[in-house]
């Protein structure tokens, strides 16, 4: 369960039993042909997989450079990438004959893919998230709701997603025995991050496929924005042999020498969060900081410990984005292709128009388009009011 330093199981004595059923239950499914087929089926009659790999020609002339192409995970059914991870994991909570749900979210993405699938499935569902982001995401507790989940506002830290996860683990260590706990990012004691890089690869498998079809050779580099590290574990992970350039983008927020940032990477240390080791924001007696960024989604003070890893080995590097830069990149790629991308993606659209630049006409970058703008248009909008 260990990614170089990185990883690991730590979790209390009450949770191993159930970390433990969970990795049992995880490799049995591998082989599990009935299982593999169901899965495959609702990623494609539900989900609507595959989705495009669209060559975004006129952000391409915009940045008059290398030709970028967008995975188009904001088409898929709830609008962004979580549900590629939600399937898999209630599949296996069924398997576990577990018939509750329990997840957090910061965003709102991660808890309406988990709402969605439990509701398919006819499943409880209970969603945890911070107070601070029930309040930024209406929209989304609103379509949780609609979807039967109860929804719980978590007033306690920071009240944003570090303290959703908190609660959603004691919530699970009391109810451990019917309950699954849906973790929504490449993070968590292992086999979480094991299982969620897994199900979120079909990004990878799919936009390496396409590219070929496309180009006839491999990308030079791979952009996608980092919260927990899902999305870019996932279209990763299909190119980590390939002579390819791995980009994670984090979230500057205000700017990297200033405290308001998510860049935990290039801001934060080593540490326990959550059941894992990685890099976190923390001050210097070890108290976890408060993350912050425009984006609810990318605002989480650790990253998931494959991240660190590939970080520490030089597989990947992780840039960074401010919040502004992705309200400009967000209206460039609305008025250059018609696209209205989350503010997590925007932070990859802002560094893919640099990278393009830099490297010239004859290359390629695909960039992880992880979710769809609705969810923000209130948020942007009061912004553009004010300016
Ligand atoms: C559209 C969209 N794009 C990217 C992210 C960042 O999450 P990762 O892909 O796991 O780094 C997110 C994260 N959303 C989570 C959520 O909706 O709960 C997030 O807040 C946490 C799970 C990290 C997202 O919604």
Redesign the pocket.
């Known amino acids: 369960g260990f990614y170089g330093n990185y990883g690991g199981q730590f979790v209390p004595e009450t949770l191993m039993y159930a970390v433990k059923e969970l990795e049992e239950t995880y490799e049995a499914s591998k082989q599990d042909d009935a299982f593999q087929e169901e899965l495959n089926y609702y990623l494609k009659q539900y989900v609507g997989r595959e989705n495009p790999l669209y060559f975004a020609e006129r952000l391409t002339d915009y940045a008059g450079g290398a030709k970028i192409y967008l995975k188009r995970e904001d088409l898929n059914h709830t609008g962004?990438?979580?549900i590629n991870n939600t399937v898999g994991q209630v599949l296996l909570a069924k398997k576990m004959g577990k018939n509750k749900i329990v997840a957090e979210?910061?965003?709102?993405?991660?808890?309406v893919a988990t709402a969605t699938i439990a509701a398919l499935f006819g499943m409880e569902c209970t969603v945890f998230m911070g107070a601070v982001d029930v309040e930024r995401q209406a929209l989304n507790v609103f379509r949780m709701e609609l979807l039967g989940a109860k929804v719980i506002s978590v007033q306690s830290g920071s009240k944003t997603?570090k303290d959703a996860v908190n609660e959603a683990l004691r919530f699970w260590v009391a109810n451990v025995e019917d309950t699954h706990y849906v973790m929504?990012?490449?993070l968590g004691p292992h086999p979480f991050p094991e299982i969620v890089r897994d199900y979120q690869s079909i990004i990878g498998i799919e936009s390496r496929r396409q590219i070929l079809e496309a180009e006839g050779k491999l990308p030079d580099a791979v952009v996608a924005?980092?919260?927990?590290?899902?999305?870019?574990m996932g279209i990763f992970y299909p190119f980590i042999n390939d002579q390819v350039a791995l980009i994670g983008v984090e979230a500057a927020g205000a700017g990297l020498e200033t405290e308001e940032h998510s860049a935990s990477i290039n801001k934060g240390r080593t540490g326990v969060l959550h059941g894992a080791m990685m890099k976190l924001l923390q001050d210097k007696d070890g108290q976890i900081l408060e993350a912050f960024s425009i984006s609810?989604?990318?605002d989480?003070p650790g990253l998931g410990p494959e991240h660190c890893h590939l970080n520490e080995s030089g597989r990947a590097t992780y840039e960074s984005a401010t919040d502004q830069e992705a309200l400009e990149a967000f209206k460039i790629l609305c008025q250059t292709e018609g696209i209205i991308p989350?503010l997590?993606?925007a932070h990859a659209v802002s560094y893919a128009i640099k990278l393009a630049k830099e490297l010239g006409k004859e290359k390629q970058i695909i960039v992880c388009l992880?979710?769809r703008g609705d969810k923000d248009v209130q948020q942007i909008k009061e912004l553009f009011e004010q300016e």
């Open positions: 962004a990438h979580k979210t910061g965003a709102g993405q991660h808890g997603l929504g990012s490449v924005c980092v919260g927990g590290g899902s999305n870019a609810a989604g990318l989480y989350a997590e993606s992880s979710g």
